[in-house]
């Protein structure tokens, strides 16, 4: 059997030389004359580690990294092809603890498969769900999504079960299901990579929400920064198309369901559901007032599914293990596994699924091992870049919707970005209302006014210039944004304010005058 490696080749491990590694392994298996199937896997996620490249020994796979380009030649000389042992050598990559801890139900394959192979993925349970839905009716699908307790991983945690049944009650000649894959807070990357790293399951995913809902045409709204993922889906759904997966008879089956990539034009804003529907119609994206839902009028006027890419991708393994499976894992009414993104500041960033409950404190400081810096853990921005600011004083808040909730936070799409002691919560707060002043799309006035009258009230305040005044003034701007605002981008934006004024005060107060200057 020829020996099988397996380089990374989505966007992250890219970013952290995984295509130099690739073109040094060819050169060296050219040159010793070796037969090897390079196989450009996903990640795994656990990014301090890459580029992590394995090899399949008769003892099961074996880790190395982060390799270096430098590194190469030595691992050909310590036979890493047979798992030999070498300064970058991990062993297996299930046991390495990053990965060993995690309960990998959504992400399953994600880093294992070759992304674009069909067979792989069956090979590894996919397709399992998909089979399941066409041999049930379309309401006990919806059954068994709703009694699985999942929710919206988009943000807003709304459940799914309960989207699907309004489509599916809602009568119409035409349905469609639009995968809301705009992924543009900060932090996050969970969608772009297992659009990359396991394209299929977003496909059966979609494809079971079309048989459970009526809907016959499906399309994918990727950003434009994510060109790696547009060309994946893209060539998994012709792949999908070609063998029956999609198209007129879904696995042989009565359903048809078909599907298209469409790519964004860059707005934070066009990931907000209605916004995204104007930009897929062709016109400027912008929010829509809401009656009525997208569920009953959606895209061209027709009912109409969005769901986050974690969502749909979440619904072939419970489709496969039963609603009761997966609704086992969470706690509260938070069910399920999330994949938690840990970003910024942090020892090791990645990509880490688990079971809903753990507490933030773990999150950072076990999983995330603290600081990269070393230096101590000042704030933690859950939820993206509407997301409130948490203090180590918030670390016992489980991760659950409704915990966060309680502490004026949000889980959103579960992208935590980690800061230092040397953050200044002020210029965080600035670049809050700065961010939301750049991308309101412009409909309502508390949003579109108040963002920029937010920006130079906390000018005023850097500046030392009547400063307990400037706060009762943000104050009450937060105020009027959070309850004025026809969506989330103006009426969130008070979370990082706010939590980032209240939980961080010193940061607020003016240095006294003499004590600047010593
Ligand atoms: C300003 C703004 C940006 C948003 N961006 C995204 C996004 O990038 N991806 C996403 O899935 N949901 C985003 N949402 C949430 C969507 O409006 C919507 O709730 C979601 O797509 C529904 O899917 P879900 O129920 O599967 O979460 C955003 C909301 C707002 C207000
Ligand atoms: S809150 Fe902002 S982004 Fe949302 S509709 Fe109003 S102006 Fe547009």
């Keep these: 059997m020829i020996p099988r490696i397996y380089i990374p080749g989505d966007s992250g491990a890219l970013a952290l030389g995984a295509e130099r590694i690739a073109k040094a392994v060819r050169a ?11 196989v450009r896997n996903g990640s795994r996620g656990a990014y301090f580690l890459e580029p992590m490249v394995e090899v399949a020994t008769a003892n099961g796979r074996v880790a190395y990294g982060p390799v270096t380009p430098s590194d190469v030649k030595s691992l050909f000389d310590c036979g890493f092809l047979t798992g030999g042992h070498h300064k970058r050598w991990l062993g297996a990559p299930d046991k390495i603890p990053f990965l060993a801890r995690q309960t990998r139900l959504t992400f399953a394959r994600c ?35 709703t009694e699985s307790g999942l929710r919206g991983r988009g943000g807003a945690g709304f459940p799914t079960g309960i989207k699907w049944k309004t489509v599916l009650d809602t009568s119409a000649d035409r349905k469609y299901i639009v995968c809301n ?63 029956g997966v999609l198209g007129v008879n879904v696995l042989g089956s009565p359903n048809s369901f078909d599907m298209e990539v469409r790519v964004g034009a860059g707005a934070y804003v066009c990931g907000e559901e209605t916004a995204l529907l104007d930009s897929l119609e062709g016109k400027r994206g912008q929010v829509r007032a809401k009656p009525p839902l997208p569920a009953h009028k959606g895209l061209f006027g027709k009912p109409t599914v969005i769901n986050n890419v974690i969502s749909l991708a979440s619904v072939p393994v419970i489709m496969d293990k039963g609603a009761a499976f997966y609704k086992d894992f969470g706690m509260g009414r938070s069910r399920g596994t999330i994949p938690i993104q840990i970003a910024g500041n942090v020892k090791y960033a990645g990509l880490y699924e688990a079971a809903f409950g753990m507490t933030l404190g773990e999150i950072v400081d076990d999983i995330g091992g603290g600081t990269a810096t070393g230096r101590p853990v000042k704030a933690v921005q859950v939820g993206g870049p509407l997301g409130a600011y948490f203090p180590r004083a918030l670390f016992d808040t489980p991760f659950d919707y409704e915990a966060f909730a309680a502490k004026d936070g949000l889980i959103g799409h579960a992208g935590i970005v980690v800061f230092d002691d040397s953050a200044d919560m002020l210029k965080q707060a600035r670049f ?72 961080f005060p010193d940061d607020f107060r003016p240095t006294p005058v003499a004590e600047a200057a010593e």
């Design 181 to 243: 894959a705009d992924e543009g807070d900060s932090g996050t990357f969970a969608d772009r990579m297992i659009m990359e790293g396991d394209p299929f399951v977003l496909i059966e995913g979609m494809t079971i929400a079309g048989i459970a809902t009526g809907a016959t045409k499906g399309f994918i709204y990727i950003r434009s920064e994510y060109p790696h993922a547009v060309a994946v889906m893209q060539k998994a759904v012709e792949i999908a198309l070609r063998a």
């Design 432 to 503: 809050a209302m700065e961010f939301c002043a750049l991308e309101s799309c412009g409909k309502c006035t508390p949003c579109r006014i108040g963002s920029t009258r937010g920006v130079e009230v906390l000018d005023r305040l850097a500046e030392n210039i009547e400063p307990e005044k400037q706060i009762a003034l943000v104050t009450d701007l937060c105020n009027t944004m959070k309850f004025g605002s026809l969506c989330a981008l103006g009426g969130f934006t008070p979370y990082p304010v706010m939590s980032a004024l209240n939980h």
């Design 111 to 145: 880093g294992v498969t070759d992304p674009l192979s069909l067979d792989h993925y069956k090979a590894h349970g996919g397709l399992n769900g998909l089979q399941n839905a066409v041999a049930m009716t379309p309401s006990d699908i919806v059954k068994q999504v």
């Design 28 to 38: 060296e298996l050219a040159e010793r004359g070796i037969e090897a199937k390079i």
